[in-house]
């Protein structure tokens, strides 16, 4: 008989005993041709073969893989590469915890978008990164401000004015001990001598004399004369002298504040 395998069946043989059973011709050739069609199925190495098991097993494509069949315990470590994912298929379940670290992250890619509400506090923000362009308009207030942030070297000159002050906020500790404020009575063409120090001079009349001066003297000699109708003038002088061209005793005040 010629062999039946693989196209209908096994072959099936008969066993032959020694010095009982001859062994013919056909015997030989039968198993000769089971043992070709075995080599045929199987197929040398590298076959090509298409119908050849060596063939298939080496040309195992997408249509000869059963849905599901590769599980995690078939897949070699980092046999995964970035070319073997589809666009998309790793979402948020696919990732580890933690799994995301900063080398992870392209430069410029946490956006706005990207960052939750109340997520950025003190310890993520660099010493210096938060500038003056960073800061809305009229974002800082009381609340923002640390006891004993502002001091004098960011309060812009003359910022502080009679509405900042609340009432009775000036003690006289507050006071410099070099500021003192006075007045003085004096008649015209009288000499008063100041206390000693550098001050700030105005002079009212008490009389209503249209033509009134003020001479400013340092050691005796003449300083200055400066006409007033209520004005203000500064004066480092000793003494201090007071004249008009209207009616004698005449009085005046002279208010006077040490600088």
Known sequence: ??????DTAIDSFTDKTDNV???????VNNLQDAVVA??????????????????????????????????????????VITDKIAAGAVGTAELADSAITVAKIADGAVTTAKIADGTISTPDIAD?????????????GDAELADGAVTNAKVADGAITA???A??????????DSFSTGNQSINY?????????????????????ASLALELYIGGDWRGMVG?????????????????????GTTYTVYYQKI
Not at 189 to 209: E, H, K, L, M, R
Request: proline letters at 2%; charged letters at 15%; glycine letters at 10%.
């Open 21 to 27: 059973d001859d062994v013919m011709a056909a015997d």
């Open 228 to 248: 007033f109708s209520g004005g203000l003038v500064v004066c480092d002088g000793n003494y201090v002298r007071l004249y008009n061209h209207g009616s004698s």
């Open 128 to 140: 210096g990164v938060v500038t003056g362009a960073k800061i809305a308009a009229g974002a800082v």
């Open 38 to 79: 075995i080599e045929t199925k199987v197929g040398i190495d590298n076959s090509t073969v298409a119908t050849s098991l060596d063939y298939k097993v080496t040309h195992i494509g997408t249509s000869q893989i059963v849905n599901g069949a590769v599980t995690a315990s078939k897949l070699a470590a980092s046999a």
């Open 163 to 165: 509405s900042k002050l």
């Open 189 to 209: 063409n009288d000499f008063w001598t100041p206390p000693a120090g550098t001050y700030n001079f105005s002079v009212i009349s008490n009389g209503g004399v």
């Open 1 to 6: 008989m010629s062999t039946n395998f693989p």
């Open 167 to 176: 009432d009775d906020a000036v003690t006289s500790a507050k006071i410099n």
